[in-house]
């Protein structure tokens, strides 16, 4: 991938959740707020940009590559992380397709405690990246994704459940 997909991919990123935080806002009522369906969709759209990212930290790990140039990525995951929640409104409980359990309206603390996990982790992610020390960088990013897995192992349908 290339450091402008990169940005690219941070750039979207970022913009798809703060374009969903702010629709969660007290709007005046002539603003137009998005759809649940809308809102799952960004959601949607923002976990497989998460995805890419950290596949692409990932790539660049096991290559021995600069993690230096993987910053401005990390910092949007950080951003992404923290913005997370507000993607699961009570308006978008039971909006199909997901792969959303209901858990995570039911048990809210825990689902945002999780949320708050991995934002700090990521948030040291970022932090990390800057400093271009790839072995602080790689223990920082195993934390990161264990952060992230903690919460899809709740509140996250498998793609292939077990039957």
């Known amino acids: 991938m290339t450091r402008r997909w990169r940005w690219t991919v941070a750039v979207a990123m970022a913009a798809l959740c703060g374009c969903?935080?702010?629709a969660?806002?007290?709007?005046?009522?002539?603003?137009?707020?998005?759809?649940?369906?809308?809102?799952?969709a960004a959601r949607q759209a923002t976990y497989h940009l998460s995805g890419a990212m950290?596949?692409?930290?990932?790539?660049?790990?096991?290559?021995?590559?600069?993690v230096k140039g993987l910053t401005y990525g990390a910092r949007g995951i950080a951003r992404w992380a923290r913005?997370?929640?507000?993607?699961?409104p009570d308006s978008t409980r039971g909006v199909?397709?997901?792969?959303a359990r209901p858990e995570i309206w039911d048990n809210r603390a825990d689902f945002e405690a999780k949320a708050a996990a991995y934002a700090e982790a990521a948030g040291q992610l970022a932090a990390v990246a800057e400093s271009g020390d790839r072995a602080a960088f790689t223990a920082q990013f195993d934390v990161t994704r264990a952060a992230c897995q903690a919460c899809h192992e709740r509140y996250q349908v498998p793609l292939n459940p077990v039957r």
Not at 83 to 88: K, V
């Open 20 to 22: 969903v935080s702010m």
């Open 96 to 99: 199909t397709p997901t792969r």
């Open 54 to 66: 950290m596949g692409q930290m990932k790539a660049t790990i096991d290559r021995g590559g600069d």
């Open 24 to 40: 969660e806002q007290n709007a005046p009522a002539t603003e137009v707020l998005p759809t649940p369906q809308q809102i799952v």
């Open 83 to 88: 913005a997370l929640p507000t993607l699961f």
